[in-house]
């Protein structure tokens, strides 16, 4: 069985700074891609950024080039989401989410390919 848990979220100014931990409990090998996707009130929700679980490959949402970045600590099993510059634009409930063992790289930004996902954390960010 596989748990996720994001933490970090909260309340920012704009240009603030905010880093999103997830946490994943359970089997997880290097075929595993994670991802974190945010949605916004009354909004779908986006892809904002995935990487291997194995580390290397990573890649960002054009609104966060710059500005956000994901990264892995495998010791302590965890994915963050460094997210800098922050604008209003960017509140939302961000979601960690671990693809299917069977998806490849290409699908990293694709929602449906995620079966597992955390209960989300809010961010606000105040104009």
């Known amino acids: 069985q596989v748990e996720v848990e994001e933490s970090g979220g909260g309340l920012v100014q704009t240009g603030g700074s905010l880093r999103l931990s997830c946490v994943v409990r359970?089997?997880?090998?290097?075929?595993?891609?994670m991802g974190w996707f945010r949605q916004a009130p009354g909004k779908e929700r986006e892809f904002v950024a995935a990487?291997?679980?194995?580390?290397?490959?990573?890649t960002i949402a054009e609104f966060g080039k710059g500005r956000f970045s994901i990264s892995k600590d495998s010791a302590q099993s965890t994915v963050y989401l460094q997210m800098t510059s922050l604008k209003p634009e960017d509140t939302a409930v961000y979601y960690c989410g671990r693809a299917r063992a069977s998806t490849i790289w290409s699908e990293a930004a694709n929602l449906g390919r995620y079966d597992h996902w955390g209960q989300g954390t809010q961010v606000t960010v105040s104009s």
């Open positions: 990487m291997r679980w194995s580390g290397g490959s990573t």
């Open positions: 359970g089997q997880t090998s290097s075929r595993h891609i």
